[in-house]
């Protein structure tokens, strides 16, 4: 009885197995997905980049013990597209790190604040990006090099920016 009721089972569940290995799909087949993406990343002419006069650091007060500059700022300039001729929008990461140098022997731990100001103008000097960063660090007694908290910024232009050679990328401190 037991092996009459297996029989007759085994049709209705080797044809469900056959329905439901049919509906999947290969592993090849979505690795193969990723791969007809043609769009390649291609390195492009950044824009020049330099401090703003006079705010280029945060200097020594009567309120804050500590000074703040630039310590590393690196950056790149990238698209996306088929070819190099065919793109999509551009792209600026920048990762900067700041120094800050504590004076006087600091006795209030608290946090600071500052702002990093970022402004990008075109060959014209009209200014195509603008923004403002508020940063914070808790002020130490010894002298530290900080990461942007953000990691890397990203500047998104759109395709009518290609050529930057003559652009103008401005970084600057704000307290």
Known sequence: MFFHKFITKLPFVLAIFFILSACGVSA???????????????????????FIDGMDKITLTEFNKYEINFYEVKWKCYTYGETEKTFTDINIDLDIKFKIDYKDGNEIFKEEKFSLILALLNDNNEVVIKNKFNKSFLNKE????????????NIKLKRSHRDMTKYLLLLGFMQ
């Open 28 to 50: 090849n087949k979505v690795v193969s997905f990723d791969v007809l993406s043609d769009e390649s990343e291609w390195e492009i002419t950044c824009p020049i980049v330099k």
């Open 142 to 153: 010894k002298s530290e090099i900080i990461n942007n908290d953000n990691s890397i910024i």
